[in-house]
């Protein structure tokens, strides 16, 4: 999973949905007058055409109970979800790859395990766990591996600080380091420039990763660079358009809808 050609990749994320998309924000906030708004969908366009498109299905309790990724011409893929006494029983990540030439791939974490400061999901036939290491809603760290191989594994760790902004993030490798950030405002579903993994799970399971959204991030590497993000907010404070050049903000973008709880 680590990323290759990472500085085009970083200029075209917010167009594209791809696992690290998976999704780190929250599917709900809380808006004026306590009203709650829930996460609905986001559309994503490159040079004004429709390029990726994902949307969250929400059961009668108002919890997640699908979310749905479609990148054009790539892949469909489906999280479902599934409950027992309300709490998240398994999750189930089918991908359908459009090229013949790929592979499909279904996941079933049918064994979940939750503590106060952890989640383990496993996949006993597909050989994969899943491990969140969380404290207060912020995830700390995960671990991706092969059940089978426990030594082969995939990192992420964060740091932030006094205020539960996210300043770095190391990444299979990759390290990022984040700043400007648009305080008192509602998260960023598709994550604004955060670099990272697993975020539809963390939506799942109501994590995050930074308390604000930043507009900046800087790539610490061989190649590497600055770049920023520019966010548009409703009255309320949630993001309904995520733009990387504000002067050609009508071709390259991405806009979010949300439903009232």
Do not use: W
Not at 128 to 134: M, P
Not at 148 to 168: A, E, W, Y
């Amino acid at each position: 999973m680590k990323k290759q050609n990472l500085l085009l990749t970083i200029l075209i994320a917010i167009f594209i949905i791809s696992c690290s998309s998976d999704d780190g924000q929250p599917n709900e906030e809380e808006g004026p007058n306590n009203e709650v708004k829930l996460y609905k969908k986001t559309n994503s366009f490159r040079d004004g055409t429709l390029i990726s498109s994902k949307e969250v299905f929400y059961n009668s309790d108002n919890k997640i109970e699908s979310v749905t990724l479609n990148e054009i011409n790539y892949l469909n893929r489906t999280f479902t979800v599934n409950y027992t006494n309300g709490n998240v029983s398994a999750i189930i990540r089918a991908t359908d790859v459009i090229d013949p030439n790929g592979t499909d791939e279904t996941i079933n974490y049918n064994n979940i395990s939750i503590t106060n400061n952890s989640i383990i999901l496993v996949s006993d036939a597909s050989d994969r766990t899943l491990e969140i290491e969380f404290s207060n809603s912020f995830v700390n760290a995960t671990k991706y591996y092969q059940t089978s191989m426990p030594n082969n594994v995939f990192t992420q760790s964060f740091t932030r600080n006094s205020d539960n902004q996210l300043i770095s993030n190391y990444t299979g490798g990759d390290v990022f380091e984040y700043s400007n950030f648009d305080s008192n405002k509602k998260l960023d579903p598709s994550g604004s420039v955060m670099e990272y993994e697993h975020n539809t799970f963390f939506m799942i399971f109501g994590l995050r990763v930074s308390k604000d959204n930043p507009l900046t991030a800087t790539y610490n590497f061989s190649g590497g660079g600055t770049y920023s993000n520019f966010l548009e907010y409703d009255n309320q404070g949630y993001v309904t358009k995520v733009s990387y050049d504000a002067s050609n903000s009508t071709s390259n973008y991405s806009v979010h809808e949300y439903i009232a709880e």
